[in-house]
């Protein structure tokens, strides 16, 4: 099952990233401790070094090649100096952040057997102390050594037979490590656990689909529930001051035949907010209840603390998937507001309390109905950011972009796809393809600027294709993203002004992210099957 670990260099690794570190990730901003570099998870540096003024002299410092082919959509982290990453389907690679040199490769070789959807990825790594914390997509969450690359513990999450998987990177939070499931288009019953860091013995779990006797049970018809889907694609986020870590919970099975899942569906295409001492639900808010077009809650969510109408308030940003955009209170779950941010026409519009009030008739059917969005999503799992310096919430987006959603029947299968239909989506899942399909003009990518205080668009910057890239901002006031056709980006993050660009010939499906070594500002970014990473 697992190679034997390849130490090519040894190295003083010694650094430990303890709670507390991670908890002020803001004081340290030459690191990036998580996945969307703090618990807040605003994908936002205090690093000045590149700034507007100065980055049309970004030049390329190393680059790192993968030696796997399969999709590379990793998020390193950066501490002190060193960079760990992922590469498919589960290797970990620890190297020299200022040269790109290797010091240790892990490898992990995954049951032959395990086909998750979509892809035999990784996202990425979590940290505490001394110890990188890896899921697999044979359903094992994983303890490595950060300075040797040795293997603590390996504990089994699930049976990855029945469709589970660990794509996501796990969030570390006080003494417990906190992951969740993939799977939900092969009709798992979804859950977020969290895994004592020294041990990796099970803590808590909280069931993403309430089963009997459990609140929200109710909203499943019949057995449904039981192959109801709700899976995690993306890492949550945490709140200190609360002690609440928050998650976004994926599509209800089958996606696209609701017929046989009657109700809201709950926790489906919801984000839960959880007590991340024991797991225990504080509340929850759903974006599509009873959701028939696979328009899942895997985004980021976003925390921000600003003023809200005169008054302090604890708030959550949420681009999401169905083309609406939403300020929460992230202590009570109290829906603020609501607008879309790209074309859609599957509702008229949002309620007082934020529910869609849905248009009759625009659920797929047996002879296809055309949908805005199409199945990608207005946007998807692609991170957004948040700068404090502007004021502004920065969204990839996919605009005027549409599929025709067919549905028909579908039995259940343990370990098998359980859909009930098929979209057929205006855009290639890889390439562009410029067509017309019922009278549509295939759809664009964007970068879109929001005020969160209004949902008003500021500005946009616009691409040629759609973009699977993350984002990340700077207090110089920068934003860096890319594009599926293989550009990587530097625009001003007060209009969306290029600034900079460089072609780096395949497709960039991950976040970038910022860091400094020796007080030098660097940033790096996954494309085609490298890391390329670039400073003044």
């Not at 590379?72 to 992922?86: K, N, R, S």
């Not at 697999?136 to 513990?153: P, S």
């Not at 809200?308 to 083309?323: I, V």
């Amino acid at each position: 099952m697992r190679s034997p670990i390849l130490l090519l260099l040894p190295i003083a690794l010694a650094a430990q990233v303890s709670f507390e570190r991670i908890r002020d990730a803001h004081r340290e901003p030459w690191n990036w401790l998580t996945y969307s570099g703090g618990y807040y998870s605003q994908r936002y540096s205090e690093l000045t070094g590149i700034a507007p003024a100065n980055a049309a002299r970004l030049d390329l410092k190393w680059v790192f090649q993968a030696s796997a082919r399969d999709k590379f959509e990793t998020t390193p982290l950066v501490v002190d100096g060193v960079m760990y990453l992922t590469q498919p389907p589960n290797d970990i690679v620890a190297l020299d952040a200022r040269t790109g040199r290797v010091f240790w490769t892990f490898e992990y070789n995954p049951n032959p057997r395990a086909d998750p959807c979509c892809g035999k990825i990784n996202r990425g790594l979590g940290i505490l102390g001394g110890t990188l914390f890896m899921g697999t997509i044979d359903a094992h969450l994983l303890a490595i050594d950060a300075r040797t690359g040795k293997l603590l513990w390996d504990t089994p999450v699930f049976d990855f037979s029945q469709g589970y998987a660990l794509t996501h990177a796990p969030l570390a939070i006080k003494d417990k490590v906190i992951v969740g499931t993939a799977g939900g288009e092969f009709g798992i019953q979804g859950f977020i656990a969290a895994y004592d860091a020294k041990t990796g013995k099970e803590v808590w779990k909280f069931h993403t689909i309430p089963g009997p006797g459990e609140p929200g049970h109710e909203t499943w018809s019949g057995d449904s529930w039981k192959r109801g889907g709700a899976s995690i694609w993306v890492t949550g986020s945490y709140d200190p001051a609360l002690n609440l870590t928050y998650w976004g919970i994926g599509n209800p099975g089958p996606d696209w035949n609701p017929d046989v899942r009657q109700g809201d569906n709950l926790y489906s295409d919801c984000v839960v907010a959880l007590d991340a001492d024991t797991g225990k639900l504080k509340w929850h808010f759903q974006f599509t209840p009873h959701d028939e077009w696979d328009w899942d809650a895997v985004q980021v969510p976003v925390l921000a603390d600003m003023d809200w109408q005169g008054k302090p308030r604890k708030l959550m940003l949420w681009g999401n998937r169905n083309a609406f955009f939403y300020v929460l209170d992230r202590a009570t779950g109290e829906f603020l507001l609501g607008k879309p941010f790209a074309k859609q026409n599957w509702a008229s519009g949002l309620d007082a309390k934020g529910r869609p009030v849905k248009i009759p008739g625009m659920g797929p059917s047996l002879e296809g109905k055309l949908v805005y969005p199409g199945v990608q999503g207005a946007t998807n799992w692609y991170s957004p950011a948040f700068s404090p310096r502007t004021g502004l919430f920065y969204l990839p987006v996919w605009e005027d972009y549409a599929s025709v959603y067919h549905k028909f029947d579908a039995d259940y299968q343990a370990g098998k796809r359980y859909l009930g239909g098929t979209p057929r989506s205006v855009v290639s899942p890889t390439r562009r393809e410029q067509i017309k399909l019922w009278s549509s003009e295939a759809g664009h990518g964007a970068v879109r600027a929001i005020d969160p205080k209004t949902g008003a668009p500021r500005w946009e910057f616009r691409m040629d294709d759609v973009t699977d890239s993350g984002l990340v901002a700077t207090a110089s006031g920068l934003l860096f993203s890319g594009s599926r056709e293989g550009h990587f980006y530097a625009l001003d993050a007060r209009d969306g002004k290029v600034l900079w660009r460089k072609y780096l010939g395949g497709q960039v499906i991950a976040g970038p992210v910022t860091f400094a070594v020796d007080g030098k500002q660097l940033v790096s970014v996954a494309a085609g099957n490298s890391i390329f990473t670039f400073g003044l």
